[in-house]
């Protein structure tokens, strides 16, 4: 599990990957490695921050080359750049799900903000929920309705709970228009959870049966 803050929440996903890994060889780790002409570093990341969107707990798989027994957390955060930090690392096994395939839910708090109960109400009781989406030279209609699970206000915020499906979520630039956020408005955007379900319940990723 790692955070991604300050300036490095500028980089995109690719980079990110490449910030890592990079750290990796420096560390000295002994990783393993995609057979084939072009290897690659055996990395499963997470579902991919949006640009500008802080990561409080963000996720990556890991595979050694060899039975590793050293402090990974110490041992990476001496190698990583200011603004991406491992915060808890646990061992799995290869037989274990990747993580795109057990996480179904996103957390995230947009601040300072506070949304109209109604407003909220009227979202929630919507059956359907339009946008248009550009692919290509086409545009298309998504229905982004399935993927808002709860809206919930806080003191200073709002915590947004959307669904991470197979074909997608919802976008960040929807979701500030589905809450009547201006361009323009200074507002604060962090992802400080990323979940599973187990048995109707949210659990996190480094507490299912699943450990990273």
């Given at each position: 599990m790692?955070?991604?803050?300050?300036?490095?929440k500028?980089i995109?996903h690719?980079?990110?990957?490449r910030?890592?890994?990079?750290?990796i060889?420096?560390?000295?780790i002994?990783?393993?490695?995609?057979k084939?002409?072009r290897k690659r570093?055996?990395?499963?990341?997470?579902?991919?921050?949006?640009?500008g969107?802080?990561?409080?707990?963000?996720?990556?798989d890991?595979?050694f080359e060899v039975p590793?027994?050293?402090?990974?957390?110490s041992?990476?955060n001496?190698?990583l750049p200011?603004?991406i930090?491992i915060?808890?690392?646990k061992?799995v096994?290869?037989?274990d799900?990747?993580i795109?395939?057990?996480?179904?839910?996103?957390?995230?708090r947009?601040?300072?903000?506070?949304?109209?109960?109604k407003m909220?109400?009227?979202?929630m009781?919507?059956?359907?929920?339009?946008v248009t989406r550009?692919r290509g030279?086409d545009?298309?209609?998504?229905?982004i309705?399935?993927?808002?699970h709860?809206?919930?206000?806080?003191?200073?915020?709002?915590d947004?709970?959307?669904?991470?499906?197979?074909?997608?979520?919802i976008?960040?630039?929807?979701l500030f228009?589905?809450?009547?956020?201006?361009k323009?408005?200074v507002?604060?955007?962090?992802?400080?959870?990323?979940?599973a379900e187990q048995?109707?319940?949210l659990a996190?990723?480094?507490?299912?049966?699943?450990?990273?």
């Amino acid at each position: 599990m790692f955070s991604k803050t300050g300036s490095l929440k500028f980089i995109s996903h690719l980079d990110t990957i490449r910030v890592i890994t990079r750290a990796i060889r420096r560390s000295g780790i002994k990783i393993a490695y995609t057979k084939g002409f072009r290897k690659r570093p055996k990395i499963a990341f997470g579902p991919p921050l949006p640009l500008g969107v802080s990561g409080e707990k963000e996720y990556f798989d890991l595979f050694f080359e060899v039975p590793f027994a050293g402090d990974v957390v110490s041992i990476m955060n001496k190698v990583l750049p200011e603004g991406i930090k491992i915060l808890d690392a646990k061992p799995v096994f290869i037989k274990d799900p990747s993580i795109s395939k057990i996480v179904s839910l996103l957390k995230y708090r947009i601040s300072p903000l506070q949304v109209d109960r109604k407003m909220v109400e009227k979202i929630m009781r919507s059956e359907h929920i339009l946008v248009t989406r550009q692919r290509g030279n086409d545009n298309i209609e998504i229905d982004i309705r399935p993927y808002i699970h709860s809206l919930v206000n806080g003191d200073d915020h709002v915590d947004v709970l959307v669904r991470f499906l197979p074909e997608g979520s919802i976008r960040i630039e929807e979701l500030f228009s589905l809450l009547g956020i201006e361009k323009g408005e200074v507002l604060t955007v962090d992802r400080v959870g990323i979940y599973a379900e187990q048995e109707g319940e949210l659990a996190e990723l480094l507490k299912t049966e699943k450990s990273l």
